[in-house]
Every structure is written in structure tokens, then in C-alpha cells.
């Protein structure tokens, strides 16, 4: 049994996201703010990360890809709140990001559809048996990305939080 897991110091297991992390667009208002995040005790043969943020309930029939992150470095087990930014400025030397199912570069905050449900929202780390996915740093799909991480997967920690707008 593997007690690889990954916590954020701004929300539990299943609490609700806050407005700063919504999306800035699509009608949405939020900051666009990406959250802390920390994991540990990845399982041994780790030799790098990647962190996925997906919303399971968009209304799209295939869900939301809000944020792809990989190739970050084995000994780094945090991200500081906004180091996803669309800017980059957030992530030296921490990771390459992919481009969002909004279709830009880095963290793409929750932005569900008005009077909805509340939404899902899954941050997974996955610890990887690889340095490198090996991929450009730009030019590739997310979906790419995703499919050579789970190529690459030893072991996947999530975290699960909700959000709605009324």
C-alpha cells in the first residue's frame, strides 16, 4: 500500500474552491489564481512529477483539462499558490506546462456554467518512473502530454475539490 499523497494548505479533501482560483473568462471573474499544493512519500524509482488539474463534470462529454504541468524535477514536492500562472514567472525552473483545454498555457481556473451543479475538480500528482517526458516545450497537445505521463506513471496521488457558481 502506497502512502503517496498530495494536500494544499487552502482547502480539505472535498471543500469548495474559492473565488480566486476561478477562472478570468469565459465569464468568468475569478484571479485565475493556481493553488498551493504539496505531496510526499512518492514511491521509491521516482524520478520526476506531473500535476493535472481535471473537472470530470463539464458539460463537454469528455470533461475539462484545466492544467497540465510535467517534467518537474524528483526533489521538488511543492508548488506555491500561483505558480501556474499564464505568464510562467511562477515556475522557473519547476516544470513545463501545456496548454489548457481554454487553449492557454499554464493554470485555467474552475469556470463552471452558471447555476450548475457544483463541479469536481481533481488535482492529481503522478510520480514518474522517467526524468523527461522527452516532449517540446510547446508545440504538443495536452492530451500528448497526458498520454506519455500515464506511460510513465509508478504511482498517482489526488485531491478533490468543488466548485459552483451560483
Not at 493556481?34 to 473537472?55: C, K, N
Not at 501545456?98 to 492529481?124: E, L, V
Request: aromatic share 10%; net charge negative.
Amino acid at each position: 500500500m502506497s502512502n503517496f499523497k498530495i494536500t494544499s494548505p487552502e482547502f480539505k479533501e472535498q471543500d469548495v474552491l474559492q473565488k480566486a482560483h476561478e477562472f478570468n473568462g469565459f465569464d468568468g471573474d475569478g484571479q485565475n489564481r493556481s493553488l498551493a499544493l504539496q505531496w510526499q512519500d512518492a514511491p521509491e524509482g521516482t524520478q520526476s512529477f506531473a500535476v493535472t488539474l481535471y473537472d470530470p463534470d463539464a458539460p463537454t462529454g469528455s470533461g475539462f483539462w484545466h492544467w497540465v504541468l510535467y517534467d518537474i524535477p524528483a526533489n521538488v514536492t511543492q508548488l506555491a499558490q500561483g505558480a501556474g500562472s499564464t505568464d510562467k514567472t511562477g515556475l522557473p525552473g519547476i516544470g513545463i506546462q501545456a496548454q489548457n483545454d481554454y487553449g492557454t498555457t499554464g493554470f485555467g481556473g474552475p469556470c463552471p456554467p452558471k447555476g450548475s451543479a457544483a463541479h469536481r475538480y481533481i488535482f492529481t500528482v503522478h510520480a514518474l518512473h522517467v526524468a523527461s517526458l522527452g516532449l517540446p516545450a510547446s508545440g504538443v497537445t495536452n492530451a500528448v502530454v497526458r498520454f506519455m505521463i500515464h506511460q510513465n506513471t509508478l504511482a498517482t496521488a489526488t485531491l478533490i475539490g468543488l466548485y459552483q457558481r451560483p
